[in-house]
């Protein structure tokens, strides 16, 4: 499995264009530059496509021409950004397009697909497995909301060769009975967000640093993370330390901050 992050940033990416912090300032001279969260797999699978997205994939010579399932995690305006889907229609002969989502981001795509156009919605919820084309996907719950309780999900996503891959953003810590549905999993990768650094004041819906330590600790112990699962921050933002410091405090949890436009191999032709 071929995952491209075509952004591992927070909604405002880091550096946030407005702000001269010293975590802004040291992303921009070292230019590490973030965007929205979003990945491509496969050339086939795209997870999230906030407004940002489209853009990205074309800067990194990369087309979602084959794009033909789209999951969506929920509806925060990072995460989707429908008016793609009409971008989409313009182009003759476009392909079918299934989008997986919870019902209340489903409702917010609907507008933007017109009655001809070969779009497929399909509602999801946490607990669902399903196929989507030859990817087994299981929704897991989010401790996220947007609307209401439950209308945020993440999704445990295995390819056609076998590689596993848990897609963890956005979130809060979860309770422990929540790790019981990826129990044993034994991911290939791990992407889990990090949004928040040192300031877990700032929201109870994401995870800082400590709450990334301690949620990786608790997916080890459940056996979801093992001793070859590649861990992967994402959905990085600028209440981070400076790079070399954020390096440093992820690699004590075994784990690393993903890039944009970084290609992660997963599975059993991976390294």
Not at 241 to 263: F, M, T
Request: overall charge negative; some cysteine.
């Amino acid at each position: 499995m071929e995952v491209v992050l075509l952004g591992t940033g927070a909604a405002d990416g880091w550096p946030n264009p407005f702000c001269r912090c010293a975590s802004c300032e040291d992303a921009r001279r070292c230019g590490v530059l973030r965007g929205q969260t979003s990945a491509l797999v496969d050339d086939e699978l795209l997870i999230d496509c906030g407004p940002e997205a489209p853009g990205a994939a074309s800067r990194l010579g990369r087309t979602l021409a084959g794009v033909g399932h789209l999951l969506i995690t929920h509806a925060h305006s990072d995460h989707l950004g429908p008016q793609a889907l009409l971008s989409r229609s313009w182009v003759p002969g476009v392909g079918r397009l299934e989008v997986v989502g919870p019902a209340d981001a489903l409702d917010l795509c609907r507008p933007w697909v017109g009655p001809g156009d070969p779009v497929r919605f399909t509602p999801v919820t946490a607990g669902d497995r399903i196929a989507v084309g030859a990817y087994d996907v299981r929704v897991l719950p989010a401790w996220h909301r947007v609307f209401s309780d439950g209308d945020a999900v993440l999704y445990d996503v295995t390819g056609p060769d076998g590689a596993r891959i848990l897609w963890a953003t956005d979130t809060g810590p979860w309770p422990d009975d929540w790790f019981d549905a990826v129990r044993g999993a034994g991911f290939d990768a791990v992407f889990l967000e990090e949004t928040l650094g040192d300031r877990e004041d700032v929201s109870q819906a994401h995870l800082g640093l400590a709450r990334f330590g301690r949620m990786l600790a608790s997916l080890r112990l459940a056996g979801a993370v093992d001793h070859h699962t590649d861990v992967v921050a994402v959905h990085l933002g600028h209440h981070n330390p400076p790079l070399d410091r954020l390096a440093a405090r992820l690699a004590e949890h075994g784990a690393r901050a993903g890039l944009d436009g970084e290609v992660v191999a997963s599975g059993p032709t991976s390294p």
